[in-house]
């Protein structure tokens, strides 16, 4: 069972990539609008990778409900809430960048609460909370406030800036690897060191098993033996 497990967790461990190099950002503060307005949910990748092959999620945390689902390197509304279906917006564009910021239109006021952007292979993941008010009761210096809240993150990001954040995921993995890879190796030589002792001892105990087995049966031959060696 040991060597299996050990096993297992070396083949974990030299996955295509190294989770938490990654970290998912989303506004601290909460993000209001309007009930019918459109609204904004901004989340991006530090460092700046491109997503186009991983999956993303956007889920109503509270209710656990799916608000958008990236998979297979497109839309997959199968997994999505009715109720959320013809009113989100995703720029498939910008996951080269890291952005996977998403957009609700039509916001209800039952639709308040706390959303979560999540990617799943790199184990990143952020929460914002979205307060929706009654048509007309957003101040003017609110409707200010949401714009830089829920505008998008840039989208000059450069290559140089995509290319540094692969090198340093790059960096930590040649760290991580060898160190995990001398750790399975100490478990393997553990284990087959603990396998031979256990050997040995088992050996050594049916020797002694057998020869009191043997005085038992033959006890005359026993004492005979024991005497011609005095």
Same mark, same amino acid.
């Given at each position: 069972m040991n060597e299996i497990f050990v096993t297992i967790l070396c083949l974990l %461990?030299?996955?295509?990539?190294?989770?938490? &190099?990654?970290? $998912?950002?989303? +506004?601290?503060? +909460? &993000?209001? $609008? /309007?009930?019918?307005?459109? &609204?904004? *949910? +901004?989340?991006? *990748?530090?460092?700046?990778?491109? *997503?186009?092959?991983?999956? %993303?999620?956007? /889920?109503?945390?509270d209710l656990k409900e799916i608000v958008y689902s990236y998979r297979h390197k497109r839309h997959h509304y199968d997994a999505q809430k009715k109720r959320y279906r013809n009113r989100t917006t995703f720029n498939l564009d910008g996951l080269t960048r890291g952005n996977v910021t998403l957009q609700i239109s039509s916001v209800q006021l039952d639709e308040s609460g706390p959303y979560r952007c999540f990617v799943p292979d790199l184990n990143a993941r952020c929460a914002l909370n979205i307060i929706v008010v009654p048509k007309g009761q957003l101040s003017t210096s609110k409707r200010g406030d949401d714009v830089s809240t829920t505008r998008p993150p840039a989208t000059h990001v450069t290559k140089t800036n995509i290319k540094d954040g692969e090198n340093k995921a790059t960096i930590a993995m040649y760290i991580c690897l060898p160190l995990v890879a001398v750790l399975c190796i100490i478990g393997v030589v553990a284990l087959f060191r603990r396998q031979i002792i256990r050997m040995i001892v088992e050996k050594m105990r049916g020797r002694e098993e057998a020869k009191q087995e043997d005085e038992e049966n033959n006890p005359e031959e026993t004492k005979e033996l024991k005497e011609s060696r005095l």
């Open positions: %461990s030299f996955g295509k990539d190294v989770t938490g &190099v990654y970290r $998912a950002i989303c +506004p601290t503060q +909460p &993000v209001e $609008a /309007e009930e019918g307005d459109e &609204v904004t *949910l +901004p989340c991006h *990748l530090d460092p700046p990778i491109d *997503l186009t092959d991983y999956t %993303s999620d956007w /889920e109503r945390v």
